[in-house]
């Protein structure tokens, strides 16, 4: 039951502040005395035929613009008297008798049938009245202790005939009506009497009451979503502005980074420069010190007279001159390093990048989606299973928000073995199970579920198909064309004789879903089946319609197509697949097409074909595979459908596909008299061939990756 957020109905007028008298309900649902209602018209104007509710100030349309058009509010008048009778009763005043003419003798009791106070001899009189001897009597001595019982109802009377009960029920105007009533405003209409459809009217009632229960209860649950949701934008908004604030604190850092390695450069060449000049400076030096020795000694030698003295240092002091000379020649006595360090600081175009960098915007989570890889539910324990995540376009960052986990049914977590690569808008979740069973996939954004998270998968062990046997077959009686597998191993089984077998996963017969009919619920030619969670669904080949059933218990639940070849019409409906998107694909046999559907039967799309098409089934790259019987070959469409090819591999009449987690292709076929089962890898080669059966159509793996095959001729489903 929802909570009870409506505010507490009271027994006084809102106007008056006193016991309702004679009220009035109008059309908003609030309720006053007529006499208030009276004043309130008259302060209004008192002409018109209109008249705003003095709570509300709703404006309401007076019938026949007179306030007594309005609807009595009976039950609020009868409330309101016990209200006041009980109020009387508790309070310490002396009441006085109600029978007695002059009213001046106070009450002993209070007569619950008559709704009276009788004084001491009233009541004696009452009690002596054959007729009110056996009337219940409250004695006001005790009334500390007193439990009111309900004070007995009394009809209404008539607005425009005050001495006349309203005792009829008008159907056609919904109001109480007197006899006086009925031949003037009420002639030729439906009238009852009003306790014949009272309890019409209870139970009408109450059905509302339990519908506004369910609105209650469901947008209570709306207001906690959205309470929830702003306490998610709260903790979202400092989750952004940490990253905000962290990002540049990594930007500042990179730029203090920079900041000095420039410096650093700075240094660098300015040392450079100096040592450079220095080292120049040091041979100029050099050169002058020794250009002015030599020159000295020069200066002084020449002056001597004689020969021997002159001849005996001249040597050495030439060579060092010509040395010095030498030197001189290579010096760059011309200024060639420039004293000025230039810098590259252009800041224009990182200023524009900066006022430009990022960005913060609102994203549904509902937007990201597992895109491709969840058409199959099955994975190969120790095997890589990839899943491509949508992305919303412009949110390149988007792929660091996802986180992936990858759980095993009873609780434990398998660490790094998920991983997550952004391309493009596209988020690759990669997965490798390590052991049969039960798992878990969970994406998340930011710790929220993305649309369908989390995603159950059933690990199976990885199967030699070349070694395939007859495990069991399960035999339906009569023949079958479709076939389909439940997560908890039910097999159910299409039958010609107009109704669904269900087998348990040892074989056995349990019991059948519809018979042999064209309601709803019921088959004139079951041919293709389907399992998605609790739902199977079943095409009729002959009544051109699907219908789904709950897998668990086979009550019917809806239905869509008919026949034609209009959008969500069929001619002979016959292989039924699903996509990874949790659209229902059915093969429309003779209008060569495969259309698609929501699972509730919503037209989507249509999908043509170059033939007839008898069976569907989706990859985990949403490739869908169509077997085209008329042209003997696999037509194989784009995830969009865009685009096509055709896989030839010699088939005669395919009838049957389907495909398993790791791409192997399974294909019932008809060539040329004899029946077989071909086994393709997901190279398109084929690794076995299994002859000797009878009609094969329908194909169906179960979780832990056995293979059914729908034997018509044979009546039997096939495990291996």
């Known amino acids: 039951m929802a909570e009870n957020t409506s505010p507490a109905i009271t027994m006084t007028c809102e106007v008056c502040s006193e016991y309702y008298t004679d009220p009035f309900m109008l059309p908003c649902l609030h309720s006053f005395c007529k006499k208030c209602l009276i004043k309130a018209k008259e302060q209004e104007g008192g002409t018109g035929t209109s008249l705003k509710c003095p709570t509300c100030d709703t404006s309401i349309n007076l019938p026949d613009g007179k306030i007594e058009g309005l609807t009595q509010n009976l039950w609020l008048e009868h409330k309101s008297k016990e209200a006041s009778i009980k109020k009387k009763i508790l309070s310490k005043k002396a009441i006085l008798c109600d029978r007695c003419d002059d009213s001046s003798d106070a009450a002993t009791v209070y007569c619950c049938d008559c709704s009276q106070f009788l004084c001491d001899y009233c009541k004696k009189g009452h009690e002596r009245n054959k007729k009110e001897a056996n009337h219940e009597l409250i ?3 005790t009334k500390e202790s007193i ?5 007995k109802h009394e009809e209404g009377y008539c607005t425009r005939h005050f ?9 056609d105007c919904e109001k109480l009506v007197c006899p006086n ?15 014949d459809v009272g309890e019409t009217a209870r139970k009408a009632l109450k059905e509302s009451v339990a519908c506004c229960d369910r609105i209650i209860s469901q947008v209570t649950e709306a207001i906690a979503n959205r309470e929830k949701m702003l306490e998610q934008i709260a903790t979202s908004k400092e989750e952004v502005r940490q990253e905000i604030k962290e990002t540049f604190e990594e930007l500042k850092a990179v730029l203090d980074k920079r900041c000095n390695d420039l410096l650093m450069e700075t240094e660098e060449i300015a040392s450079a420069k100096r040592n450079s000049v220095k080292g120049l400076l040091d041979r100029f030096r050099k050169l002058v010190k ?18 021997g003295e002159v001849l005996s240092v001249k040597k050495l002091i030439t060579n060092q001159l010509e040395e010095c000379i030498e030197e001189y020649k290579k010096l760059p006595l011309e200024t060639q390093e420039n004293e000025a360090i230039l810098t590259c600081l252009d800041t224009s175009t990182l200023r524009k990048e900066i006022n430009e960098f990022g960005s913060v915007s609102y994203v549904h989570i509902a937007t990201y989606s597992i895109d491709s890889g969840l058409a199959i539910p099955l994975a190969t324990v120790e095997k890589e299973r990839k899943f491509k995540v949508s992305l919303p376009a412009g949110i390149d960052k988007a792929a660091s928000y996802l986180k992936a986990s990858f759980i095993k049914s009873d609780g434990s977590k398998e660490e790094g073995k998920v991983v997550i690569v952004p391309d493009n808008n596209i988020a690759i979740v990669s997965c490798t199970p390590q052991s049969i069973g039960g798992y878990e996939l969970s994406v998340t954004i930011r710790g929220h579920h993305i649309k369908g998270s989390p995603y159950q998968l059933s690990v199976k062990a990885s199967r030699d198909y070349t070694t395939l046997t007859n495990q069991r077959s399960f035999n339906v009686g009569s023949g079958t064309t479709g076939v389909a597998v439940h997560t908890n191993g039910v097999v159910f089984a299409g039958s010609r004789d107009g109704f669904v077998q269900v087998f348990s996963e040892d074989g056995t017969a349990v019991r059948r879903i519809g018979f042999k009919g064209n309601s709803d619920g019921q088959f004139q030619q079951p041919w293709g089946l389907l399992v998605v969670g609790d739902r199977l669904y079943v095409s009729d080949d002959i009544l051109h319609r699907v219908q789904y059933f709950s897998a668990t218990t086979g009550q019917y639940i809806g239905q869509f197509g008919s026949r034609g070849n209009g959008n969500g019409q069929f001619s002979s409906p016959r292989g039924v697949s699903i996509n990874g998107k949790g659209n229902i694909l059915v093969a429309d046999s003779n ?5 698609v559907f929501e699972e509730d039967g919503t037209f989507v799309q249509v999908i043509q074909c170059y033939g007839k098409a ?7 790259e949403g490739k869908i595979h169509v077997t085209i019987q008329s042209q003997n070959y696999i037509q194989i469409f784009s995830p969009d459908c865009k685009t096509s090819f055709n896989l030839a591999c010699k088939f005669i009449c395919p009838n049957g596909i389907a495909i398993d987690d790791e791409g192997y292709i399974f294909v019932s076929v008809y060539n040329g008299g004899t029946f077989s089962l071909h ?3 997901p190279n398109r080669k084929q690794v076995k061939l299994i002859s000797g059966l009878s009609d094969p159509w329908g194909i169906a793996l179960s979780n832990d990756g056995y293979i059914y095959v729908a034997e018509n001729k044979n009546n039997c489903i096939m495990k291996y």
């Open 139 to 141: 004695n006001l001595e």
């Open 147 to 151: 439990e009111l019982p309900t004070v």
């Open 163 to 171: 001495d006349q009960k309203l005792i009829y029920y008008c159907n």
């Open 181 to 195: 009533c009925l031949p003037i405003k009420h002639k030729d209409h439906n009238v009852e009497d009003y306790i």
């Open 290 to 307: 020794q250009v002015s020795h030599g020159r000295h000694l020069a200066s002084s030698v020449s002056e001597r007279t004689d020969p």
């Open 591 to 595: 209008n060569k097409r495969v259309q």
């Open 614 to 620: 008898t069976n569907v089934a989706v990859d985990n």
């Open 679 to 681: 086994l393709l890898s």
